[in-house]
């Protein structure tokens, strides 16, 4: 049928069809259940052949009946075939859902893996690595779909999920599985940071939409909530909110780190809204957030790159209060006295 299938489009658009509406869900559901791997391959095959090169089959499998049954039962054993080691089940799973995301249908396969049991549910982390993966391990084009995905996951993700993620991180809500909780919101933030990276107009939309207020409250409030943490300090088998969330802060600056790079209107966002402080208190080791440093400091040079209010800002901190020298210095600035005033100036490169 595969073979068939490749050489005449005609006769898959009428398998096609069949092949969605022929089963009601129960029997469906039953029969997927019950296929060896060799026989699941071969659906997976005839899935993305047949959805590769049309977007009309592509529409079809999200609005049948039966296609939707398909997309929960592959999400269901992605991580079967991850701990098996069935890399090719895994592969031709992954290029269903990469064909799909092409299509601008992400928010429809979001949907679809959703459970009124689970928020957010097992089946939509699942789709979340699944994006991670087109975003970062193909030559991907996001001249079309960048601003979309880049909308839905800071409106509909991020933006729904930070309270909850705040209340866990206070301890004011325990019937969550945090997690499950920690792994999303952190794929959450890696495929933006990935966006932004990858779409110019990914990361217009963050700047537009005053989305920088956003992922600085949620880092101030994270580094008032979670300890840092080296090896000198607290017991590793200790269960604090620090666990739940590894990565959440690293993640937060990374992504500050990306939008402050010669954007004058956020490098004054964030001096406004409070953050150079918050920022430069994570110019330290982290164990829990790898990097952190690195990326702070890569998130101060942007703040202070042809800024003269931040450079002004940050003298004033450290007149005031300590301040990470060697950060700042590795930033490429070092502190100066003039006039019994205290100031930053570029060093000199060697």
Not at 27 to 45: F, H, N, Q, R, W
Not at 133 to 138: D, I, P, S
Not at 152 to 157: R, S, T, V
Not at 225 to 240: C, E, H, M, V
């Amino acid at each position: 049928m595969v073979n068939v299938c490749a050489s005449n489009d005609n006769i898959t658009d009428e398998l096609w069809e069949e092949f969605l509406s022929k089963y009601d869900e129960p029997t469906l559901t039953k029969i997927l259940v019950g296929l060896d791997d060799e026989s699941y391959m071969a659906l997976l095959v005839f899935i993305a052949g047949s959805t590769r090169s049309s977007a009309d089959r592509s529409a079809k499998l999200l609005d049948s009946s039966g296609g939707p049954i398909f997309l929960i039962n592959i999400l269901d054993k992605i991580d079967t075939w991850v701990d098996n080691e069935d890399h090719r089940n895994f592969e031709l799973a992954y290029s269903v859902f990469e064909i799909l995301i092409r299509y601008n249908y992400f928010p429809q396969i979001y949907k679809i893996a959703s459970d009124a049991t689970a928020k957010p549910s097992d089946r939509q982390v699942a789709l979340m690595r699944l994006l991670d993966a087109y975003l970062t391990t193909r030559n991907v084009d996001l001249s079309q779909d960048g601003l979309s995905l880049s909308e839905f996951l800071y409106n509909n993700l991020f933006c729904e999920y930070k309270p909850l993620v705040v209340q866990v991180m206070a301890k004011k809500i325990d019937n969550v599985d945090t997690q499950r909780l920690g792994v999303f919101i952190l794929a959450v933030l890696e495929n933006i940071t990935s966006l932004i990276s990858l779409s110019a107009s990914a990361k217009s939309f963050m700047v537009k939409t005053n989305a920088v207020p956003e992922f600085l409250d949620l880092l101030r409030r994270a580094a008032n909530l979670i300890a840092r943490r080296t090896l000198k300090s607290g017991n590793p088998d200790d269960q604090s909110p620090s666990y739940e969330f590894p990565s959440l802060k690293q993640k937060l600056v990374g992504i500050l780190s990306i939008l402050v790079q010669e954007d004058r209107k956020v490098q004054d966002q964030v001096r406004e809204w409070g953050g150079l402080p918050v920022i430069l208190s994570h110019c330290n080791i982290d164990d829990n957030n790898p990097f952190i440093r690195e990326h702070a400091i890569l998130c101060i040079k942007g703040l202070l790159d042809n800024n003269d209010e931040n450079q002004v800002f940050v003298a004033s901190l450290e007149a005031r209060e300590p301040v990470s020298t060697d950060a700042l210095e590795e930033a490429g600035y070092e502190t100066q006295i003039i006039d019994g005033k205290v100031s930053l100036k570029r060093k000199n490169p060697r």
